[in-house]
Every structure is written in structure tokens, then in C-alpha cells.
């Protein structure tokens, strides 16, 4: 902990240093020739700056209307991710999930209790998989161990389908978007000939030239939009079969809390001794 301490506070030194280092090196006084040619260099980078981002607020303009539906688009995606992003993450935790195993044995909490913890997981951690898992074999914990098993599996299931229907929004976003962009520069090319044949009479390559470069802008926009989103639905298709390994570990563990596997005891004798075990712990 010491180590990576002493690392932050070196890289953050070395930040300052670099921050401050052209500051510095301009307040060196010499002379007022070299004075002069640093207030030059200084409004001429301002004025590129300011340049710069004239020029590409007005690349976003010269779009055209393709624009507004490519931003509403990922004003979505990053709706949708985010949300999603709250629910695999922070809802479907391992570590809650867990403690949620932990309270939900029988020899720590009583029978009686176990709907009331279940209905308090699912109102703090909304779309979480595990506690509707949990709620669906205890409906079913007098029917034995076969019972509960075919309940956490079917409600797993369930539970993990809807997770993985969330994140299909995100691959909507991945594919509409370069149509969209694509769909643009077909309609900003098909102008830019237009505009070409109606003036006939004058600079026929320079026209050609800005529509094209201005149809191109949604087709760059679309990529861009895209590419980043393939990468969050990628991320998140993994997070979600992690979360599908988690819950059946943690569905085993909390029917080992109901039937404990007892060394040197065959199969037979455990299922038949079920019921038993069941009756036994309930009363």
C-alpha cells in the first residue's frame, strides 16, 4: 500500500512539474525582443485554437439534418449503456450476492425471516438476478431438493435472459449508426452533383470538392459513434455470462445450506434422506 502511495504522489509530481515547466521557461526574462516574440506566438495559438473550433463546429453543420437523428442516437446508447452499466456492476454484485448467501442460511437466520431479507435485496438492488432466484426455491422448499433445484435453474434463467436483453439496445445503436451516417453522405452526395449540373458555369471541381468533404461528415460521424459502442456491448456481454457463472456458484452454495453433503455418505442415502433434512431444519 506504501508502494503504490509513494507511485501516486510521484506521478503526480511529475505532472506538476510538466505543467509548470513551459509557465517557467516563458517567465525567463530575456529580453524584450524574446518577450515580443512570445505575446506573438501566444495570439497566434489563440487564434488557432479559436479556428480550430470554428472549423469543426462547422464540419458538425455541414452534416445537415442526418445529424439530429445520429445525435438522438447516441444520446440512446449512452442511456442505455450507462443503465446497463448500473445493472451488471452494481445490482448483480458478487460480493452482495454473497453477503446475500451468508444471511440466507439456516443456521443463522430463521425460516421465518427469509422473505422479508429476500424482499429487502430486491428493493435495494433493483434487476438483481440472484435475489428473485432465491425468492423462487423457498416457494417451493417443502417439495424437496429436486424442487428447488428446477426453480433456481428456471428462474436463473428468466433472470439472466432479461439481463441479456437489456444490452441488446447497444448492438441496435452499433448497427444503425453507420447506416445512418451512410444514408447521409448518399443524400449530401446526390445534392452535391445536383448543386454541380444546375451551375454549370462555375468552379466545377471546387463544388465537387466541399460536398463531398461535407457528405463525408455523417459517415465519420456514425463510425464514430458506433465504435465505441461495440466495444461497451462487447464489455458488457462479458460481464453478464460472468454474472450467469456467479449466481449458479451461489445457487449450489445456498441449497448447501438447506442439504449439506455429508462425507462418505452415498447418493441414494442423500436423496433419501431430503425430506427428512428439509422437515428437520424447519422445525
Avoid at 212 to 236: C, K, Q, S
Avoid at 239 to 256: P, T, W, Y
Avoid at 258 to 279: C, D, I, L, R
Wanted: net charge negative.
Amino acid at each position: 500500500m506504501e508502494n503504490i502511495k509513494r507511485a501516486i504522489f510521484l506521478c503526480f509530481g511529475v505532472w506538476m512539474i510538466v505543467l509548470a515547466a513551459p509557465d517557467a521557461l516563458a517567465q525567463q526574462p530575456t529580453g524584450e525582443a524574446n518577450q515580443t516574440q512570445t505575446s506573438e506566438l501566444t495570439e497566434q495559438s489563440e487564434g488557432s485554437k479559436q479556428t480550430k473550433v470554428a472549423t469543426m463546429w462547422k464540419l458538425i453543420k455541414s452534416g445537415g439534418l442526418m445529424m439530429v437523428p445520429l445525435a438522438l442516437l447516441a444520446l440512446y446508447g449512452c442511456y442505455k449503456g450507462a443503465v446497463q452499466v448500473y445493472f451488471v456492476i452494481f445490482s448483480n454484485d458478487r460480493v452482495k450476492d454473497d453477503a446475500l448467501v451468508k444471511r440466507l442460511d439456516p443456521s443463522v437466520t430463521a425460516l421465518e425471516e427469509f422473505d422479508g431479507v429476500i424482499e429487502d435485496e430486491k428493493i435495494d438492488r433493483d434487476r438483481a438476478a440472484f435475489p428473485p432466484m432465491c425468492e423462487a426455491a423457498m416457494k417451493r422448499i417443502y417439495e424437496g431438493k429436486a424442487a428447488m433445484e428446477e426453480a433456481l435453474e428456471v428462474e436463473g434463467a428468466l433472470q439472466l435472459g432479461r439481463l441479456k436483453r437489456g444490452i441488446k439496445p447497444l448492438q441496435a445503436v452499433v448497427m444503425v449508426a453507420p447506416l445512418l451516417g451512410l444514408l447521409g453522405t448518399v443524400y449530401g452526395m446526390i445534392a452535391s452533383f445536383q448543386s454541380i449540373s444546375l451551375n454549370s458555369g462555375g468552379n466545377v471541381k471546387e463544388d465537387l470538392s466541399s460536398g463531398i468533404y461535407e457528405a463525408l461528415v455523417t459517415t465519420a460521424t456514425g463510425l464514430t459513434i458506433a465504435i465505441p459502442f461495440l466495444f461497451l456491448y462487447l464489455w458488457l456481454n462479458r460481464r453478464a455470462d460472468q454474472v450467469g457463472e456467479n449466481i449458479n456458484r451461489q445457487a449450489r452454495q445456498f441449497l448447501r445450506g438447506f442439504f449439506p453433503v455429508e462425507k462418505g455418505s452415498s447418493a441414494g442415502e442423500q436423496g433419501g434422506n431430503e425430506a427428512s433434512t428439509v422437515e428437520t431444519q424447519t422445525i
